[in-house]
Nanobody
Framework: VQLQASGGGLVQAGGSLRLSCAASGGDFNRYVAGWFRQAQGKERAFVALTSGGGDYTYYADSVKGRFTISRDNAKNTVYLQMSSLEPEDAAVYYC???????????????WGQGTEVTVSS
């Protein structure tokens, strides 16, 4: 499955942004979908994941209560709704897919190209 992330941009601290990840070329609902982010000079880190059917989600502690992951399998798309954004949330955000429940980037076999989020203070 191929993934393409979009929706990044510049937002003020406290603001909101919604990222999208469009999938093609496979049965997307068979995959766990995740979002990761990589800030400048840092390792790529787990943000959130959702099960194939969208009924199970899991978040990194740093975004819990502020970010919401969801998916629309009819549109082959996963979303990341980000609210109460902080400067520390600024990063390139990547969507990814795997066939297991995992927060480890090494377990994800398919990656999108990344979309950049900038948060101004």
């Amino acid at each position: 499955v191929q993934l393409q992330a979009s929706g990044g941009g510049l937002v003020q601290a406290g603001g909101s942004l919604r990222l999208s990840c469009a999938a093609s070329g496979g049965d997307f609902n068979r995959y766990v979908a995740g979002w990761f982010r990589q800030a400048q000079g840092k390792e790529r880190a787990f943000v959130a994941l959702t099960s194939g059917g969208g009924d199970y989600t899991y978040y990194a502690d740093s975004v819990k209560g502020r970010f919401t992951i969801s998916r629309d399998n009819a549109k082959n798309t996963v979303y990341l709704q980000m609210s109460s954004l902080e400067p520390e949330d600024a990063a390139v955000y990547y969507c990814a897919a795997t066939n297991r429940f995992s927060v480890l980037k090494r377990d994800y076999t398919n990656w999108g190209q990344g979309t950049e989020v900038t948060v101004s203070s």
